[in-house]
């Protein structure tokens, strides 16, 4: 059940890391059309400066906008075992069926339902716009489950093989018409229990705002805390991209009303207490750079120059981009109580900034958020707020370093460097002179040759059930853990770690992972019809086509 939860939770990366560089776009923009910035003179309405940022910063909306649509469209790329091409297909077919079913049946039933169909969406009226049909006001939640349950009706029945006279309906056809079925029931169901859901995404959103701090502190814990699990994407996932904190999430109501937030003199906590809620960034700009310092200090001094080639990166990919699992990984599983301590300092520094006046949208890195969408847009009015932010965080720096170099000391813990713990990064030709003592061909220094490694060391496209990925991570299902090579094979073929639990095996890669993928993928299938060929053999059901047509 986990290895699925973590599946799911890895699939969202997809349509997720979209959204960096439309946040830039948006950001940017935003900041040319700010006449504090630019002057009065190139922000008039007839000024075709305004005129051609106003055309970008429209064209940057467009992720935004359409979430459930993406996320729909999105979600088979990591969930679908084969064919995603396909299955993306199929889930927005179904999703988009979905939803003009709601309109119907609101249209039809709304007052069984105790929905107001006639209402103009948004605000509370609990409807929205999506893809031309008004419906109920899903948002990325009802995208995500309906694309969830197309892609489990894909991986069962893409290549069920039908009746030769119904050979057309086989395949994508045959999963849509499934799908069409079972969103009528679905439909149903959503709109009877979707309004209570609303009512109590309210209640929640009034929790967390009359508990400020705390909400704030607890919203962060469980953000880092829950990572291993792949949990982590639906704690922040209806916050920041969902209506639980502010009508379209935190993301885009930050980029609509960036320019009005930069022009205002009042307190950005006043103008947007919601902020506090976006802050989880700040562990990953600060906190990095600490850990990353207190490991290396604590390595052997023999390794350290082996240890910061693995850091540096790691911190910087933190930094930068907000990508933590590098870095993160590089710990947790040595010492998961290192990771607990991280989570508690994350959600502290979040809860102490946001207590001295703190809040935007910060939940990634530097170049992606902090800059382009906080920083410098905010700058002129809002700079003390700035400084406190990085004096607390600069603090705070220090605070991680002295904690995990005190928790290594102390405990002897074995992370990477520590003197009976080296860490060997071995080089290509050192593995290929072990897995080819016979003077074989070494796999090309390249993303394939890589794949190719991986894939033996795996033991083989028949060890491997299932393959996914996140953000940094291969996650795959094995047949049998014990055909699988040791953990320094996989480092040495360039994977920053290796995680095993039961049948699973998650090797973290770095953000080049779905090219990985995709190579893997590339040569299973290459592998699996090369088998196919040299059997000669065709399926009766692939007969009977032949000799019918």
Known sequence: MLSQIQRFGGAMFTPVLLFPFAGMVVGIAIMLQNPMFVGEKLTAPDNLFAQIIHIIEEGGWTVFRNMPLIFAAGLPIGLAK????????????SFMTWNYLINAMGLTWGNYFGVNFNLEPGGQSGLAMIAGIKTLDTSIIGAI????????????????????????????SFVVIVGFLLMIPCAWLTLLVWPKVQ????????????SGSLGVWVYTFLERILIPTGLHHFVYGPFVF????????????????LQAFSQSTEPLKTLFPQGGFALHGNSKVFGSVGIAMAIYATAAPENRVKVAGLLIPAALTAVLVG????????FLFISPLLFAVHALLAATVATLMFMAGVVGNMGGGLLDQFLPQNWIP?????????FTQIGIGLVFTGVWFLVFRTLILRLNLKTPGREDSEIKLYSKADYQAKKNPAGEPPVPSSLQGQAAGYLQALGGNSNILDLNNCATRLRI???????????????????????RRGNAIQIIVGLHVPQVRDQIETLMSQEALAKSSLSGARSPTETSITEAV
């Open 378 to 386: 905010m700058y002129h009015n809002h700079a003390s707020m700035m």
């Open 82 to 93: 084969h064919a995603q091409g396909r299955a993306c297909l199929a889930a927005l077919v």
């Open 145 to 172: 489950v309906i694309s969830g349950i197309v892609t489990s009706l894909h991986n069962h029945f893409f290549d069920k093989q039908l009746p030769v006279f119904l050979g057309i309906f086989q395949g994508s």
């Open 242 to 257: 969902g209506p639980a904190a502010v009508e379209g999430g935190i993301q885009v109501y930050w980029a609509e009303h």
């Open 477 to 499: 299902t094995l047949e049998d853990m014990a055909l699988t090579q040791s953990d320094d094979i996989f480092k040495a073929l360039g994977a920053h770690g290796v995680v």
């Open 199 to 210: 009512t109590g995404i309210l209640s929640m959103q009034h929790f967390m705002l009359v």
């Open 323 to 330: 990508i933590t699992e590098p870095l993160e990984f590089t």
